[in-house]
């Protein structure tokens, strides 16, 4: 069974630091780009980061310079590590991959930044 699996959420305060790791796992012939999103209360998913096979990245504006998304090929895993987290930032964050040719989805885990 493919799955994608996340790690590393949690509460910090603003201006905090945390890192994001979501490993895929099953029978895995192909992974297209892998990207984090993230939901808010009320708001609607929205893409934080992506990485491409070749490893070319896009970001949204509201994370450019704070966020690095990169990937592990040998441990099909792919990180976000967050800087200077804002409470804006709150949100459920869901990692995304296309895996032998469908799409995957991570079960979510939890961002909290306090003011």
């Known amino acids: 069974q493919v799955q994608l699996v996340e790690s590393g959420g949690g509460l910090v305060q603003a201006g905090g630091s945390l890192r994001l790791s979501c490993a895929a796992s099953g029978s895995i012939f192909s992974i297209n780009a892998m990207s984090w999103y993230r939901q808010a209360p009320g708001k609607r998913r929205e893409l934080v980061a992506a990485?491409?096979?070749?490893?070319?990245?896009t970001y949204a504006d509201s994370v450019k310079g704070r966020f690095t998304i990169s990937k592990d090929n040998a441990k099909n895993t792919v990180y976000l590590q967050m800087h200077s987290l804002k409470p804006e930032d709150t949100a459920v964050y869901y990692c995304?991959?296309?895996?032998?040719?469908?799409?995957?989805w991570g079960q979510g885990t939890q961002v909290t930044v306090s003011s």
């Open positions: 995304y991959a296309e895996m032998n040719l469908y799409d995957f």
């Open positions: 990485i491409t096979s070749g490893r070319s990245t």
